[in-house]
């Protein structure tokens, strides 16, 4: 996607399938595909079967000596963050026996010291993805029984970490203590990732228990970490959040970084707040610019921009996805290549590959069965449909099995060179590994599943937990005070106001090129119902139970007129999102086809809980225009 001589028109719609087509890999036919699904359904039942057997309610399964240990906090991490996994795949049985057990038994009154990131991204989104899931009768795994006990639980544990962020930056703290709140020694360090890298999780629960504050604190974060950027719009990868200086100037995308830049895409997508999406562009631009050695990733001095590290860590291998999202294609697929190459050299991608030896980095020879390049190969094929990313996925699938397999679930593999397993399996390989490589083979057999025929758009966390765009959470123009309301401009009581960043980012060209390609970012307005700019001051009426969820919306007053065909423009697939990646290209080009953090075959059933023991998405309804 760039030069004029490449295709007028690529269209990117961040919630709707790009292409419909049987085109699969010669190696992998339709009927492959499904049994490659069945297996890594199979995959998951093994491994969180070992724990729900071996370990819960621990946080996480000791994979070879089929015991439990506590990582995080002791409130059975795997289950929580396995939830929306079972629903994924239409485990009815087992998702409602955990929601149940979970809303009984779980507590956070604990005098725990509990990481402010990790908590967030595995806890609180886990919650939050199920309790969409399971008190919504459209998602087809409503829980008769169920009383919002999974929120209730979410909003307890958020309200437990704001302490973290009473700094003078606004920056949150590492570490909370969920009885006592932030130890009076707790290192004033931070991570990158750890402070911009909240919004969705803390926006979505304000957007459901109508309390503004968690979505304030953590934006407050993310616009105190981008004053703080250098010059060249670098940020780097550890900065004090007391004083706001930053203590490793290392700037990069992948460790300490790399779901920075992902959640201001996503947080511009889920809540349509342009203020994240100017920062996204920028933040952008500079990355391509000081940080791409195509197809590679370095790692630079934020200031001056001189390298420092030529190294490829696993964590950056989430980009590729990410650049789906923003529209740029084609150096997703050279940089998704490169990757995939040192997988197929090692069986695995080591956490460090050194690319001036190109050899494996020392000390950096592990691979903790960590989603980021599934989930890349995943949304390229998703985008594409090229066959080479199903041959790819197919690849992982058989390392991971052939390799990482072990007695009670999946291993980590302590060395890529020698297969060498260790007797630990994150949560996030149920939460995020398996989903990704479920969700490439059910894509390629033909798909049923909530995300790609549910009746929302959903927007993936860092930690791969759905969160759904619906316009009750998505059209923020439109509500008062997160009071869920749906104002047309006719309807207000008091005028529309903008926030000083709001007029910013407004008088900013949002369809700017990103980097020299002709992707761009457009926000686009939907004829189909009323849009206001900005915030809405005042008094609207409420939401109706079908706009609510997207069934049908209030016409606008001033939808234009349907255009001719010869001044009709560019064809492009529009939804409720309004979000749009298009090129730019001149309508008489020649056409050609397109071509974290910790970042963690038969059909068998979960063992049931007691009470002891215990997008690129598609849409129901498309328009062009």
């Not at 402070?195 to 304030?216: A, C, Q, Y």
């Not at 650049?323 to 290549?337: F, M, S, Y």
């Amino acid at each position: 996607m760039g030069s004029a001589n490449k295709t007028p028109l690529l269209i990117l719609l961040l919630f709707s399938d790009l292409f419909i087509c049987e085109i699969l890999s010669e190696g992998v036919s339709k009927e492959e595909a499904k049994h490659l699904r069945d297996e890594v359904r199979e995959m998951f039942y093994h491994a969180f079967g070992g724990y729900m057997k071996h370990a819960f309610p621990h946080d996480e399964l000791k994979p070879l000596s089929c015991e439990g240990e506590d990582t995080l906090g002791g409130y059975a991490l795997t289950l929580i963050d396995s939830l929306d996994t079972l629903a994924l795949l239409g485990d009815r049985e087992s998702f409602s026996a955990s929601v149940e057990w979970i809303g009984k038994n779980l507590r956070f009154d604990i005098n725990k010291t509990v990481s402010v990131f990790e908590t967030t991204i595995r806890i609180l989104g886990g919650l939050l993805s199920a309790h969409l899931i399971a008190s919504d009768y459209n998602t087809g795994m409503r829980i008769p029984s169920y009383e919002d006990e999974l929120l209730h639980l979410a909003e307890d544990l958020a309200r437990r970490m704001l302490p973290a962020f009473d700094t003078p930056t606004g920056i949150p703290f590492g570490s909370v203590n969920l009885m006592h709140g932030v130890d009076e020694n707790e290192s004033k360090a931070k991570p990158l990732s750890g402070g911009g890298t909240l919004t969705l999780e803390f926006g979505m629960l304000s957007r459901l228990t109508n309390d503004p504050i968690f979505e304030e604190v953590t934006k407050n974060a993310v616009l105190g970490l981008w004053a703080r950027r250098s010059r060249i719009n670098l940020v780097g990868a550890h900065i004090d959040v007391f004083s706001g200086e930053w203590t490793q100037k290392d700037a990069g995308i992948g460790t300490s970084i790399d779901s920075f830049y992902e959640y201001l895409l996503k947080a511009y997508i889920l809540f349509g707040d342009e203020e994240y999406l100017f920062i996204f562009q920028e933040a952008y631009r500079a990355a391509m610019l000081y940080l791409h050695n195509d197809p590679w990733y370095v790692e630079v001095n934020m200031n001056s921009a001189a390298l420092v590290w030529p190294l490829f860590n696993s964590l950056q291998a989430f980009w590729p996805g990410l650049q789906v999202l923003a529209g740029d294609i084609e150096p997703a697929i050279k940089t998704h290549t490169a990757f995939f190459s040192v997988w197929k050299r090692y069986g695995f991608t080591p956490e460090g590959f050194n690319l001036a030896t190109f050899k494996v980095q020392q000390g950096q020879k592990s691979y903790p069965l960590r989603p980021e390049l599934i989930e890349s190969t995943y949304w390229l094929y998703k985008a594409t449909r090229n066959p080479r990313f199903l041959d790819a996925g197919r690849d992982m699938l058989a390392s991971l099995q052939y390799a990482a397999r072990c007695t009670c679930g999946y291993c980590h593999i302590s060395d890529v060179e020698f297969h060498q397993q260790e007797d630990h399996m994150e949560s996030f390989f149920l939460a995020e590994t398996v989903k990704y490589l479920w969700l490439l083979f059910d894509l390629a057999a033909g798909p049923d599943n909530l995300v790609e025929n549910g009746p929302y758009p959903y927007i993936f966390s860092t930690e791969g937990h759905l969160l759904p765009a619906t316009p009750q959470v998505s059209l923020v123009s439109e509500h008062c005070s997160y009071l869920g309301a749906y104002c047309r401009s006719s309807n207000l009581r008091q005028e529309t106001f903008f926030s000083e960043a709001a007029r910013d980012s407004a008088a900013t060209n949002i369809s700017e090129s990103l980097t020299n390609t002709d992707a761009k970012i457009l926000l686009r307005s939907d004829s189909r119902k009323s849009r206001s700019s900005g915030l809405i001051k005042g008094y609207c009426p409420g939401l109706t139970h079908a706009q609510r969820y997207g069934i049908s919306y209030v016409a606008s007053d001033d939808s234009p007129e349907e255009e001719s065909s010869s001044t009709k423009p560019d064809t492009v697939v529009q939804n409720s999102s309004t979000a749009l990646v298009v090129s730019n290209q001149s309508s008489d080009s020649p056409s050609s086809d397109a071509d974290d953090h910790h970042k963690p075959r038969e059909d068998q059933r979960a063992p049931q809980l007691d009470d002891e023991t215990s997008q690129i998405v598609n849409v129901t309804s498309k328009e062009e225009v």
